[in-house]
């Protein structure tokens, strides 16, 4: 295949990602709060981790837009050293997975994240986890409704063990209905940005 040269700079495109089976921490995200109170995977821990996320990403089709791949590749991606997943394991066979987007209004966020939750725990058969906890770092501004999110289908999918379609009580993303802004006043239409089904 010939190689065409990458727009951002003198390096190829294949030149520009890690490999799966690498664990270089300069190209990752730091952990963040989700990840304090877990065993942080570093190393083949990692490295064997991400390898079973690209996998289920694959199978679920968890991809990031902007870039036209697999979201699990953002880990790879040396343009992007802060973004992307961490994990930590914590008691109970649990699995938490962290999510660092690329900027702090990055529009995909929510989609990302819940798609990864559902792949994840979805694919359970293709994991030892009873349960993958997926949270938005707070750098992004609407990690809290994001994780809001996140949490109810979490309580959902423990209480049934089937990966909910939507949160309990809502219709749509939490990020659409009836969240606060800043000034307390109440959003009046579905906010911007794509929303895959996943």
């Known amino acids: 295949m010939v190689e065409i040269p990458s727009p951002l700079g003198g390096r190829s495109q294949s ?43 694959e199978a679920r089709g ?17 343009r992007h050293p802060d973004a992307g997943y961490r994990y930590g394991e914590g008691d109970d066979d649990v699995l938490r997975a962290e999510f660092t987007p690329t900027t702090p209004f990055c529009p995909q966020s929510n989609t990302l994240a819940v798609g990864s939750f559902r792949a994840w725990n979805g694919r359970s058969d293709r994991h030892e986890y009873d349960v993958v906890r997926v949270r938005v770092h707070p750098m992004h501004h609407n990690s809290a409704s994001i994780n809001e999110r996140l949490h109810s289908l979490e309580q959902t999918y423990r209480q049934t063990g089937t990966v909910p379609e939507t949160a309990a009580g809502e219709d749509r993303p939490a990020a659409e209905s009836g969240t606060l802004d800043d000034e307390g006043a109440g959003a009046t239409g579905p906010a911007s940005g794509p929303n895959a089904p996943f």
Do not use: C, I
């Open 15 to 57: 030149a520009s990602f890690d490999r799966f089976d690498e664990f270089v921490p300069e190209h990752l995200p730091e952990p963040g709060p989700f990840l304090k109170e877990a065993d942080v995977l570093d190393g083949e821990a990692h490295a064997a981790v991400h390898r079973v996320t690209r996998e289920v990403f």
């Open 62 to 78: 968890v991809y990031d837009m902007t870039f036209g791949y697999n979201l699990a590749k953002l880990n790879l991606d040396t």
